[in-house]
């Protein structure tokens, strides 16, 4: 059975594919871009934020052989809350160190790292 998603469904490839075409008007309308920014968490080091260090307690109390790797969702979850909250203090909060952003594309890519 075939099925196809809505592209109002974050991540998914109709998502992706509606984001792109978003993008092909921004650029004809207002140019290229200006600024790129990649952000990444850092979930294997010790400088990991203490939530993955909170989600993997949480998993280990379920089960002593769970990791944060075992909790892909709530993972995913964080990092897009601490991607939003860094958005709207550093990029898109009026005023900044970039100045005023008129208009913005953020693109998710999972890496697959560490397993």
């Known amino acids: 059975m075939k099925f196809k998603l809505p592209p109002s469904i974050p991540l998914t490839p ?18 290229m871009l ?9 979930e294997t080091s010790n400088l990991r ?8 307690n949480l998993a280990m109390f ?8 075992d909790c892909l ?10 991607l939003q909250a860094f958005m709207s203090s550093y990029v898109l909060g009026g005023e900044n160190i970039l ?7 953020t693109r998710f890519e999972l890496q697959h790292r560490g397993g």
């Open 14 to 31: 109709q998502w992706h594919h509606t984001q792109f075409k978003e993008l092909l008007v921004m650029v004809e309308n207002f140019g």
């Open 62 to 69: 379920f089960n002593n052989t769970f990791s944060w790797r």
């Open 99 to 105: 100045g005023i952003v008129e208009h913005h594309v």
């Open 34 to 42: 200006h600024f790129f920014l990649t952000l990444t968490s850092n």
């Open 49 to 56: 934020w203490k939530e993955i260090e909170d989600i993997e």
């Open 73 to 82: 969702v709530e993972c995913v979850a964080l990092f897009c809350a601490r």
